[in-house]
């Protein structure tokens, strides 16, 4: 067994699966949460991009993982997060993404054609929670002396 390097931060030591030789051909990924590698790409090619820099808010429509692996991220790089949801969600995955500083609003109504996950898709949804959550966003930073 080799020693592995320092890791920078949390989502750094777990972003890499741990690889198990299963045989002498084979190998299992184990991650410790798999979303942690695609929600990095994507906000370092946004920050390469100059789309976004710390305090940009970021909105994202999610009902699991990917949420919690971009509030990870965004806690660790200074970005806003408002993350819409629906009723399916874990509420104890929901609390985890807020104590990681992400807004967390809930779609009520389904859409007639596409449940609830077009309801979160929709334009005017994520218009109508991103005002709400930023209003959220802003008294959270002044309770924290942001």
Do not use: W
């Amino acid at each position: 067994m080799r020693i592995n390097q320092v890791a920078r931060s949390v989502a750094d030591a777990e972003e890499l699966p741990r690889l198990i030789q299963l045989s002498e051909n084979l190998f299992a990924a184990s991650f410790f949460l798999m979303k942690l590698l695609p929600a990095n790409f994507i906000l370092e090619r946004a920050k390469d991009a100059g789309l976004i820099r710390p305090g940009s808010t970021i909105i994202e429509t999610t009902s699991g993982t990917f949420g919690l692996a971009l509030a990870i991220h965004c806690a660790l790089k200074g970005y806003n997060l408002i993350l819409v949801s629906d009723p399916v969600v874990d509420e104890s995955l929901k609390r985890r993404m807020e104590e990681l500083g992400a807004a967390v609003d809930i779609v009520v109504e389904p859409a007639l054609n596409g449940g609830f996950q077009k309801s979160r898709l929709s334009a005017e949804e994520l218009k109508q929670f991103s005002q709400e959550a930023q209003a959220r966003i802003k008294m959270i930073q002044e309770l924290r002396g942001a």
